[in-house]
């Protein structure tokens, strides 16, 4: 679609809360996680194709929490890399597949190899008593 637009930060809602997990004092007392949100229909900044297409693949709110660091300030630098990079992946376009037709070659490896697998399964049957 627009390769060069992407999420404004001052677009981004911050909330921030305990990390909790091990770090004894520092991680009990600091608010380093970051919860952030973003929505593209409330945002003036998006072009309406970008709109679109990201709300029909990723909803109407995009949300990352990150807890990686114990710096809040990387953790929201991380926090608004990983919103924009959902979004750059919600506008990549796949190229439409082409069927194509099974050579005769790989229709024959196929029925050998279905046949070879057979012969095997036969091989740990208990061997037939004939009367």
Same mark, same amino acid.
């Given at each position: 679609?627009?390769?060069?637009?992407?999420?404004?930060?001052?677009? /981004?809602?911050m909330?921030?809360?305990?990390?909790g997990g091990p770090g004894?004092q520092?991680?009990?007392?600091?608010?380093?996680k970051?919860?952030?949100?973003?929505?593209?229909?409330?945002?003036?900044s998006v072009?309406?194709?970008?709109r679109v297409r990201?709300?029909?693949r990723?909803?109407?709110? /995009?949300?990352v929490?990150v807890d990686d660091?114990?710096s809040q300030s990387?953790?929201?630098e /991380?926090?608004?890399?990983?919103i924009r990079?959902?979004?750059a992946n919600?506008?990549v376009v796949e190229?439409?597949?082409r069927p194509?037709k099974?050579t005769?070659?790989?229709?024959?490896?196929?029925?050998?190899?279905?046949r070879?697998?057979g012969?095997v399964?036969r091989?740990?049957?208990?061997?037939?008593i004939?009367d």
């Open positions: 679609m627009d390769g060069e637009w992407a999420v404004p930060e001052a677009e /981004i809602e909330r921030f809360t305990a990390s004894g520092h991680a009990n007392r600091s608010n380093t970051v919860i952030a949100v973003w929505r593209p229909d409330a945002s003036p072009p309406p194709a970008v990201v709300m029909e990723l909803g109407d709110a /995009i949300r929490a660091e114990r990387r953790n929201r /991380i926090a608004v890399e990983r990079a959902r979004v919600a506008l190229p439409p597949r194509t099974a005769r070659a790989s229709r024959r490896r196929r029925v050998d190899a279905k070879q697998r012969e399964k091989g740990r049957q208990k061997p037939q004939d």
